[in-house]
């Protein structure tokens, strides 16, 4: 929903205002490291409640506490962003036909924004961590749809202005945080005790919190430092630019966001069980999943970007300035993706120091060469940092892990998991460019990208062991045979 509606977006708001939405989406990145891995935590001690290793009241004491925490959170970010929206506003951002009054309102609201994601972030993974997938995909599909359609709907007939795009997502997100709080506490019982605030509760996972805090922290400052430089190197337009490659490129994470979010609670069971067989097979299963799910669009980026941009936009002289930008953060997002698997089971186990080694060599490396490649080489010399960074983590990170977990399992990840379903997505993904018509209409390009997407994903999806064998049995809305 938010990528099919980004040409009302620029059309009615204009490319300007939309470096402002590109702003937004930098400040939600914070919510990452703000809620101080509590959604994550709170997942992962939902998932082994559900495996027995809380009682009743107990989980609702933890919930209790982790709630007032994130609440506290919360308030602290919406606050800070708020206070701080009339020097971001004067000082940060370089506009030309935006009012500083109205960009300060419009950051001022993002904070209240920012803030309701916090906790809805928070709700969301209690719920994922009971494994009520079915629920939360319906519930997390309408308020998608009711927050950026509901916009375009805003900003075509009601008033085509910034502030009221971001006074209708503060809308939608209010609604979703009462929502997913209901849903939460009705999937949990009641109990006759009382249930309060317990900082002991909270020791329990004080390791795995903290671990998830430094691991998030730099990870953001690997993923965001580039956004920032830009977004006061660049003008706004430029900026927008620059946003819109990135959304774009990021839909890749969309794709492959409901394999982890139903799989990093089943690892959590299994592991609590000491189930190490099932395990294994559930690791492969999700991680050739994963490839089929996210290597076809990758690569329909890389291969076609400028077509696909044209085609979705309609304005040649977009797709001209965004694809260059495209390819290199479409090639990271990928690679990235495929990590998704290896890392949600690093977390299965409560190994968070890991993560946060690799990305503290990483912010000693990277960030001084994205301070340098800024100023020098503008949006795509940043790009391309994106893939070097995950390039280590394919080649260093998967070996290093796997000396401790699944220890015999890497190179079939190497092999079975990625290399032998993408093969074949890249022969029918290199084959449809090469035999790619000089001139389709709208209609007609969409068809062709389409249909190389779902060739390349058929193909990928045959290549694919586990997802071959084990394919009658994968139920779509719940992995518990797996």
Same mark, same amino acid.
């Given at each position: ?13 204009? $490319? @300007? ?5 590109? +702003? ?22 939902? !998932? ?55 960009? @300060?309102?419009?950051?001022?609201? $993002? ?7 916090? $906790? @809805? ?21 309408? &308020? ?8 375009? %709907? ?9 502030? !009221? ?31 309060? &605030? ?40 430029? &900026? ?24 990093? *609670? ?29 290597? *076809? ?26 694809? /260059?930008?495209?390819? /290199? ?66 080649? $260093?990170?998967?070996? &290093? ?22 093969? *074949? ?21 969409? %068809? ?5 997407? +779902? ?10 062991? %586990? ?16």
């Amino acid at each position: 929903m938010g990528l099919a509606f980004v040409p009302v977006y620029i059309h009615q708001l204009g $490319m @300007e205002a939309y470096g402002i939405v590109g +702003l937004y989406t930098l400040l939600l990145a914070g919510l990452v490291l703000l809620d101080m891995g509590i959604s994550q935590t709170l997942n992962r001690e939902m !998932a082994r409640y559900t495996s027995g290793k809380y009682t009743q009241h107990q989980i609702l004491v933890f919930l209790r506490s982790v709630e007032i925490i994130g609440a506290g959170a919360a308030l602290f970010l919406g606050s800070a962003i708020f206070l701080g929206a009339h020097g971001i506003a004067s000082y940060w951002v370089r506009a030309q036909h935006l009012s500083i009054p109205e960009i @300060e309102t419009a950051i001022g609201t $993002m904070g209240l924004i920012v803030a309701l994601r916090v $906790m @809805e972030s928070l709700y969301r993974g209690g719920i994922a961590g009971l494994q009520q997938q079915v629920v939360l995909n319906v519930v997390g599909a309408g &308020f998608a749809t009711g927050r950026w359609a509901g916009a375009a %709907c805003i900003v075509l007939w009601v008033e085509p202005n910034i502030i !009221a795009f971001f006074a209708w997502h503060t809308l939608v997100s209010t609604m979703a945080v009462l929502s997913y709080r209901y849903i939460l506490y009705r999937s949990l019982p009641a109990v006759e005790e009382k249930v309060e &605030f317990s900082i002991h509760a909270l020791k329990k996972v004080q390791r795995f919190t903290g671990g998830m805090l430094v691991t998030t922290a730099l990870a953001l400052v690997l993923t965001q430092s580039d956004k920032i430089l830009l977004s006061r190197i660049l003008s706004l337009e430029a &900026f927008g630019y620059y946003t819109l490659a990135t959304l774009v490129s990021s839909a890749l994470n969309l794709a492959g966001a409901p394999v982890t979010q139903a799989l990093y *609670p089943r690892f959590t069971e299994l592991v609590s069980q000491k189930d190490s067989v099932h395990l294994a097979r559930a690791y492969h299963l999700g991680a050739q999943l994963m490839s089929i799910i996210t290597i *076809p669009p990758a690569l329909l980026l890389i291969f076609f970007g400028h077509h696909l941009i044209t085609a979705w936009t309609g304005d040649p002289t977009l797709a001209a300035k965004v694809a /260059p930008i495209l390819t /290199p953060l479409a090639i990271g997002t990928m690679l990235n993706g495929l990590m998704g698997i290896p890392y949600i089971m690093q977390l299965a186990h409560g190994w968070t120091g890991f993560a946060a080694r690799m990305n503290m060599v990483a912010v000693v490396i990277l960030v001084p060469l994205i301070l340098w490649m800024a100023p020098h080489y503008g949006a795509i010399g940043v790009a391309w940092i994106w893939v070097v960074l995950n390039l280590g983590y394919i080649f $260093m990170g998967i070996h &290093f892990m796997h000396r401790r977990l699944l220890s015999q399992e890497k190179w079939n990840w190497y092999w079975y998991d990625i290399i032998m379903p993408g093969i *074949p997505i890249s022969l029918v993904t290199l084959i449809s460019y090469v035999a790619h018509p000089s001139v389709l209409g709208r209609i007609g390009e969409w %068809c062709w990208l389409v249909g190389t997407m +779902l060739t390349a994903l058929t193909f990928g999806a045959l290549s694919s062991k %586990c997802v071959r064998e084990n394919f009658s049995e994968l139920k779509i809305y719940r992995f518990k045979k797996i």
